[in-house]
């Protein structure tokens, strides 16, 4: 049998450590996935935030721009609102539900036309006691409300 360990060499250790960079490519992957899901994340949230509001001035565009109805309907469109938002004002009414709506914009709603969506829901439809403008300005309110809200 022939002898074969002078042919044996010793083991040599590596003089440097193995180094952490580059990375491999399934970390940058990996990375990007991330980004991704992040940037994807923001952006639904982004979409689903203006869909809220485009769906609520919808809402709002639907009744006619002078009449008792469409101001009843305000006044609901804003409870729906709160309901999904603010839910402590859900139960609010009366000078409390106006205070909470000024409370929460920049432009304070006229004491006509407060008394206008306070009323609306219980008024009938060929009362005198409000006209177009009130109607006009509560409409005006609405929108804003929900652009600073929603």
Same mark, same amino acid.
């Given at each position: 049998?022939?002898?074969?360990?002078?042919?044996?060499?010793?083991?040599? +250790?590596?003089?440097?450590?193995? %180094?952490?960079?580059?990375?491999?490519?399934?970390?940058?992957?990996?990375?990007?996935?991330?980004?991704?899901?992040?940037?994807?994340?923001?952006?639904?949230?982004?979409?689903?935030?203006?869909?809220?509001?485009?769906?609520?001035?919808?809402?709002?565009?639907? =009744?006619?721009?002078?009449?008792?109805?469409?101001?009843?309907?305000? %006044?609901?469109?804003?409870?729906? $609102?709160c309901v999904l *938002?603010?839910?402590?004002?859900?139960?609010? =009414?009366?000078?409390?539900? $106006?205070? =909470?709506?000024?409370?929460?914009?920049?432009?304070?709603?006229?004491? *006509?036309?407060?008394?206008?969506?306070?009323?609306?829901?219980? $008024?009938?439809? *060929?009362?005198?006691? =409000?006209?177009?403008?009130?109607?006009?300005?509560?409409?005006?309110?609405?929108?804003?409300?929900?652009?600073?809200? +929603?």
């Amino acid at each position: 049998m022939p002898d074969n360990l002078p042919e044996l060499r010793d083991i040599h +250790l590596p003089t440097e450590g193995v %180094s952490m960079f580059p990375p491999a490519y399934g970390w940058y992957v990996i990375l990007a996935s991330f980004a991704a899901f992040i940037l994807l994340f923001k952006l639904f949230q982004y979409l689903r935030l203006k869909s809220k509001k485009r769906y609520a001035l919808n809402l709002l565009n639907q =009744f006619p721009q002078n009449d008792i109805e469409a101001a009843a309907q305000m %006044s609901l469109i804003l409870r729906r $609102i709160c309901v999904l *938002k603010y839910h402590e004002a859900a139960a609010l =009414f009366g000078d409390a539900w $106006i205070k =909470f709506l000024n409370d929460h914009s920049k432009k304070k709603l006229s004491p *006509k036309a407060a008394v206008l969506l306070g009323d609306a829901p219980y $008024i009938s439809s *060929k009362s005198n006691k =409000f006209n177009a403008q009130d109607v006009a300005e509560l409409r005006k309110f609405c929108i804003e409300w929900i652009g600073e809200n +929603l």
